[in-house]
C-alpha cells in the first residue's frame, strides 16, 4: 500500500491519527500500518527534532513487531500503538493543535 505523501503538520497529524484509529483492529496489517505512518513523515519536519527522533524510535519498533507472529514481551504492536497515540497527543500539544 502507498500511502500518498503528507507535507503539512496539521495534515501529518491528523493523518497519522487515523492510522492509528485503524491499527486497533487486529486485522490490519503491521506492513500497511507502516506505511500510513511513514507517509506523512515530511510534514513532522516543523516539530523539534526530538519529536521526529522519538517518532522514528516508536516505527522501527513497530516495524521489529513485525517479525513476532504473536504478542511478545519486547514488542507488543498494542503497547507500541499506545505509545504512538501518546506521542500524537504531545506533538498535538506542541503544535498548538490540541
Known amino acids: 500500500m502507498n500511502a500518498p505523501a503528507v507535507t503539512d503538520l496539521p495534515s ?58 504473536e504478542e511478545s514481551c519486547s514488542f507488543s504492536r498494542s503497547e507500541l500503538v499506545d505509545s504512538l497515540a501518546q506521542w500524537l497527543a504531545k506533538a498535538r500539544d506542541q503544535a498548538g493543535l490540541a
Not at 487486529?26 to 516543523?46: K, V, Y
Open 12 to 69: 501529518a497529524l491528523r493523518h497519522i491519527a487515523e492510522a492509528l484509529d485503524q491499527a486497533r483492529d487486529p486485522r490490519a496489517s503491521t506492513a500497511d500500518l507502516l506505511a500510513r505512518l511513514r507517509a506523512p513523515r515530511a510534514g513532522l519536519t516543523a516539530l523539534p527534532a526530538r519529536y521526529v527522533e522519538v517518532f522514528d524510535l516508536l516505527l522501527d519498533r513497530l516495524e521489529s513487531s513485525a517479525l513476532f507472529t
